[in-house]
């Protein structure tokens, strides 16, 4: 089945690092590809999503390109912020059952 | 826009009662919805998917007689967890999208359900 594998946390990171956050997935056919930020106590918001191979996705300074070579989409940002300080997940949808497949998530603390 | 919301928010229930979870598209048409459970510093665990007038797809292992899930119109779903228990308690989120490949799932803010 469906696998999504996630970088373990926590990451913690001063204001201003780089950020890398890897993400590796398996799965059948052509999926697409999205990172979500959950924020504390909060639902889960879309960052960005790429839905082919090459595609990069960016959105608020993050991005990530999908890599079928590697079956990968790291999450990166050149700058973190304490305001990014949040949990990051990354998904896949396999377009069958329209039904995302999350990995375990990775906690993202930025001090200042 | 794209916007999905859910209530209430928190709720805190006695054991044995039930709670009923609205979950709304605001401003699209959600042909499917899906509902996820979530523990502590853990990842979302899909529990059913909802497609409007039809009945509920549950994963494996979840009791469809314990949570009911009724996804009426286009813009609703609702989830009835029966008879709650402490083990209940949870962070429940639904999300919903219009449908297609590649469609991008909309998620509600989430309800923190407290059975005591």
């Known amino acids: 089945g469906d696998s999504v594998t996630q970088m373990e946390g926590p990451v913690t990171l001063s204001e201003e690092a780089f950020l890398t956050i890897n993400c590796t997935y398996t799965?059948?056919?052509?999926?697409?590809l999205f990172w979500y930020v959950q924020y504390p106590g909060e639902g889960l918001q879309l960052l960005l999503k790429?839905?082919?191979?090459?595609d990069k996705g960016s959105n608020k300074g993050f991005e990530a390109t999908y890599r079928k070579e590697t079956t990968s989409f790291h999450l990166e940002k050149g700058s973190v912020q304490v305001s990014d300080s949040a949990v990051y997940f990354c998904?896949?949808?396999?377009?069958?059952?329209?039904?995302?497949?999350f990995g375990s998530g990775t906690q993202l603390t930025v001090l200042p | 826009g794209a916007v999905v919301s859910q209530h209430p928010s928190r709720v805190i229930c006695k054991s044995g009662t039930s709670v009923k979870i609205e979950c709304r598209s605001l401003?699209?048409?959600?042909?499917?919805m899906f509902w996820y459970r979530q523990f502590p510093k853990q990842s979302l665990m899909l529990m059913a998917t909802?497609?409007?007038?039809?009945?509920?797809?549950?994963e494996q292992g979840v009791e469809k007689d314990k949570f009911l899930i009724n996804h009426a119109s286009l813009t609703l779903s609702t989830l009835t967890v029966t008879s709650a228990h402490p083990e209940d308690s949870s962070f429940y989120i639904c999300?919903?999208?219009?449908?297609?490949?590649?469609?991008?799932?909309?998620f509600g803010p989430g309800t923190r359900l407290t059975v005591l």
């Open positions: 998904a896949l949808d396999s377009g069958s059952a329209r039904q995302l497949t």
């Open positions: 790429a839905t082919k191979a090459d």
């Open positions: 999300s919903a999208t219009t449908g297609g490949r590649g469609d991008t799932q909309y």
């Open positions: 401003d699209f048409q959600a042909t499917t």
């Open positions: 909802s497609n409007e007038g039809s009945k509920a797809t549950y």
């Open positions: 799965a059948t056919g052509y999926p697409s």
